[in-house]
């Protein structure tokens, strides 16, 4: 994945990542990531497991999140052996000159395929230790988004509901000029 540039030519970068239930990754943290981080680590240690929540969630946004899942295998493949729950994503990253953006995404098996069960972009818009403001929040293809280059809490919060409930809201919705944020996320892992 390359850094997404932005207008004022700065790297978008990832500050931190938490994976939950995702193949070898039973409960994931990594906290202050650097724009040079090296993984090193046994066979089997999750290595290219990590390499791949990135592909999957790239695959996820491009293909759709059931193309995906089956690609590897569905829940019983991918979600860690033993475990029981979501499989859960957490990237908290950041553009130039903005205050850092979480993304957070829970995915699970579904009566139809994989669903996603919980989906949301945060950020605190004061640069230092600002109450975050949910600017998109989704369960299972019904919720919420704030428009605007600058989504703030007293924005309006316009309602809205997917075609199906494995439909990512951040692929969807990052593909419309109203939601940059939104939209300069899906670039960053697409890209």
């Not at 791949?52 to 860690?80: H, I, K, Q, T, Y």
């Not at 019904?142 to 703030?152: Q, S």
């Not at 593909?175 to 300069?184: I, M, W």
């Amino acid at each position: 994945m390359s850094g997404y540039r932005q207008g004022d030519g700065g790297l978008a970068r990832i500050e931190s990542l938490r994976v939950k239930n995702y193949r070898a990754l039973r409960d994931l943290r990594l906290s202050d990531i650097t724009p040079l981080t090296v993984v090193i680590g046994p066979n089997g240690s999750g290595k290219s497991t990590l390499l791949d929540v990135f592909a999957f969630l790239s695959e996820c946004f491009d293909d759709g999140l059931r193309r995906a899942w089956d690609r590897r295998g569905r829940g019983r493949e991918l979600r860690s052996r033993g475990a029981e729950g979501a499989v859960e994503f957490e990237i908290t990253y950041r553009e130039p000159g903005l205050t850092p953006i979480t993304y957070q995404l829970a995915i699970d098996d579904g009566r139809r395929g994989p669903e996603v069960v919980s989906e949301s972009l945060r950020w605190c818009r004061e640069r230092v230790h600002g109450r975050p403001c949910t600017f998109l929040d989704f369960k299972r293809g019904k919720g919420t988004v704030i428009a605007g280059d600058i989504p703030e809490e007293s924005g309006t919060k316009g309602g809205e509901e997917l075609d199906s409930p494995d439909l990512l809201a951040v692929s969807t919705l990052g593909q419309l000029a109203a939601h940059p944020r939104v939209r300069a996320l899906r670039r960053y892992i697409t890209d």
